[in-house]
């Protein structure tokens, strides 16, 4: 993924994006603030663009990540420099 992908990050809503890559990014938002809170709608637009399988691996890539965040900021982990250690 290029730098330029990875700043646009922070806007979801991007024409850079596909219309299946605004809602996976928009569910991912959502599964890491309040996962207990997909409403209906940002669920039937994800099952537009991906079927149970992709949701499936979608949920587990963004979950998975979280936690790496998650253990990471327990322990104080500090992040690093692309390319390091060099």
């Keep these: 993924m ?11 809503e991007s ?6 890559e605004r809602v996976a990014l928009r569910y991912a938002e959502q599964v890491t603030r309040d996962a207990k809170r997909v409403s209906a709608e940002l669920w039937a637009e994800l099952q537009q663009h991906f ?6 691996e979608l949920t587990a890539a963004t979950s998975l990540f979280n936690m790496f965040n998650r253990f ?10 692309p390319g390091w250690p060099e």
């Design 51 to 56: 079927d149970a399988g992709e949701i499936v």
């Design 15 to 20: 024409d850079q994006w596909t219309p299946a």
């Design 72 to 81: 990471n900021d327990a322990l104080q982990v500090e992040v690093t420099q």
């Design 2 to 12: 290029s730098q330029e992908s990875i700043d646009l990050l922070e806007n979801p």
